[in-house]
T-cell receptor
Framework: DAKTTQPTSMDCAEGRAANLPCNHS???????VYWYRQIHSQGPQYIIH???NNETNEMASLIITEDRKSSTLILPHATLRDTAVYYC???????????????FGQGTTLQVKP | NAGVTQTPKFQVLKTGQSMTLQCAQD?????MSWYRQDPGMGLRLIHY???????DQGEVPNGYNVSRSTTEDFPLRLLSAAPSQTSVYFC?????????????FGSGTQLSVL
């Protein structure tokens, strides 16, 4: 699976957009980008995923660059409840020995401030 | 909807004791996995399963056994507990289809080994 690089921590003002970057320069053509978040002491929560097109759902938007070497998770109007650790994960699927594995990195700690 | 259910929520063991952490899901998911999370760290994959009767090792499998006799259940066994296994354990499941590996996590088991 491609390695991801995320900043260790970020701050965001409440009500503003939070833009969380992720570098995955070794990503290959069949690898999806997944984002999860973990609010203190809870189990991680799925946010969004994509392959090459930008994606949007009720929680966030995912912008993937054309070369797919990086992506940005956007929380359009951050609230205090969005304070969490955000994980960017890149994995391939089926046909590889890594079938079924999803490896979490250290993630980005997002602090939303009033 | 029960989702992914983990029991117990808390457990204290003495060094050398054995125990089983239970995990059950009611979503008919093929893929299930176990992670551990140490304080201030990300999640590390212990074992995973892509279907009944199929299991494989993750990043940190030593000291743990798993089996998958049914689609619903994926217990994690600690053979001889050690203080280094003090951690929070999360179980997760996923449909595991090519475009959807969205993981659903349980609420975790906090384990202390004295």
């Amino acid at each position: 699976d491609a390695k991801t690089t995320q900043p260790t921590s970020m701050d965001c003002a409440e009500g503003r957009a939070a833009n969380l970057p992720c570098n995955h320069s070794t990503i290959s053509g069949n690898e999806y980008v997944y984002w999860y978040r973990q609010i203190h002491s809870q189990g991680p929560q799925y946010i969004i995923h994509g392959l090459k097109n930008n994606e949007t759902n009720e929680m966030a938007s995912l912008i993937i660059t054309e070369d797919r070497k990086s992506s940005t998770l956007i929380l359009p109007h951050a609230t205090l409840r969005d304070t969490a650790v955000y994980y960017c994960i890149v994995r391939s699927f089926h046909g590889s020995s890594n079938t079924g594995k999803l490896i979490f990195g250290q993630g980005t700690t997002l602090q939303v401030k009033p | 909807n029960a989702g992914v259910t983990q029991t117990p929520k808390f457990q204290v063991l003495k060094t050398g004791q054995s125990m089983t952490l239970q995990c059950a899901q009611d979503m008919n998911h093929e893929y299930m996995s176990w992670y551990r999370q140490d304080p201030g760290m990300g999640l590390r994959l212990i074992h995973y399963s892509v279907g009944a009767g199929i299991t494989d090792q993750g990043e940190v499998p030593n000291g743990y056994n798993v089996s998958r006799s049914t689609t619903e259940d994926f217990p994690l066994r600690l053979l001889s507990a050690a203080p280094s296994q003090t951690s929070v354990y999360f179980c997760a499941s996923s449909p595991g289809t090519p475009d959807n590996e969205k993981l659903f996590f349980g609420s975790g088991t906090q384990l202390s080994v004295l």
